[in-house]
């Protein structure tokens, strides 16, 4: 499959970007510095990862921290791309982030014959998680999660969701479940979100059911207040709709999707994920101790 590449502005692989000064920081919030999770971190990259660093595995060039990216950098965070089977992967740098956000992508969990570095990834997600260190994951990067805490991720019609050889593609609302309505996934209820997966995850041990949509029983998961899991892609920028429509032609045809449909639906319901998406952030970043 063809990518577009990352747009200019966006941090480069590896290196940690930080707020803008000129912008004025999020209301009311302010970087947390007191939580015992983000002690012993560096503000230089190359000697491990910054307390205020959030750093990103990304599969997938235009498949970004989308509209997320100016949410951490008002919130006075710095974000930090690590293009995974590309770029090394420093565990220390990844256990002393601040954040890890694990982004989605093409490929599955279960395809590690033919890309051996979901191994490592996985097992890196899985000794972030043992410590209990703040971690979310989007899509390839929720199933990687749920899969590491002991979940199971299998084929839509395999038992866990959806119709044999189905994708989940488009907009379409969120049912909260009553867990996820005392979460911040409260926000989201009923907002239609983008959804764009072919595989899907059970909740994991330990871990509460937070949303559903009509056949699909697990659309997000949380641990604690410290993980997040979501299947479909709440960070979505529909300012960046081409780069999906062609990056993931194939799905596309394959699957009969209207794409002209699409788009007009990224641009007429994109900017009110956006709000929502927005605000469920910040609230799941002060639950988790990263803001005040």
């Given amino acids: 499959m063809n990518t577009a590449s990352a747009q200019n502005s966006h941090p480069q692989p590896g290196k940690c970007t930080s707020a803008d000064p000129q912008k004025d920081p999020l209301q009311g919030h ?7 999770q983000l002690q012993s971190g560096h503000d230089n990259p190359s ?5 205020r660093e959030v750093l990103v595995f990304r599969h997938l060039a235009f498949e970004d921290l989308g509209t997320w990216e100016e949410t951490f950098s008002q919130l006075g965070f710095c974000v930090a791309y690590v293009d995974m089977g590309a770029d090394p992967l420093d565990e220390n740098r990844v256990m002393n982030a601040a954040l890890l956000i694990v982004l989605g ?3 599955g969990v279960h395809d590690k014959e033919l890309y051996p570095f979901l191994a490592d990834e996985e097992s890196t997600i899985k ?7 703040p971690i979310i994951g989007i899509c390839l990067g929720a199933q990687l999660m749920a899969l590491a805490a002991g979940g199971a991720v299998k084929p839509a019609g395999s038992g866990l969701g959806g119709s044999p050889g189905a994708m989940e593609i488009g907009f ?14 409260k926000t989201l209820a009923g907002v239609d979100v983008l959804h764009w997966h072919g595989d899907c995850f059970s909740t994991p041990p330990g871990a509460v059911n937070l ?3 009509p056949g699909y029983p697990n659309q997000a998961f949380a641990i604690g207040t410290w993980a997040l899991g979501l299947q479909f892609h709440p960070e979505f920028d529909s300012s960046s709709v081409e780069k999906w429509l062609i990056g993931h ?9 209207d794409i002209v449909s699409l788009r007009s639906d990224a641009a007429n319901k994109g900017p009110a994920l956006r709000s929502a998406s927005t605000v ?3 609230k799941w970043l002060r639950r988790a101790g990263l803001v005040e």
């Fill in 172 to 185: 379409s609302p969120l049912n909260v479940t009553e867990d996820g309505a005392q979460s911040p996934m």
């Fill in 211 to 213: 949303a559903n949509t």
């Fill in 280 to 282: 469920m952030m910040t």
């Fill in 30 to 36: 302010k970087i947390h510095k007191g939580s015992e």
């Fill in 47 to 51: 000697q491990g990862a910054s307390r």
């Fill in 249 to 257: 032609t194939s799905d596309l045809r394959a699957h009969g999707v």
């Fill in 105 to 107: 992508g093409p490929i």
């Fill in 127 to 133: 000794r972030r998680m043992s410590q209990e260190s």
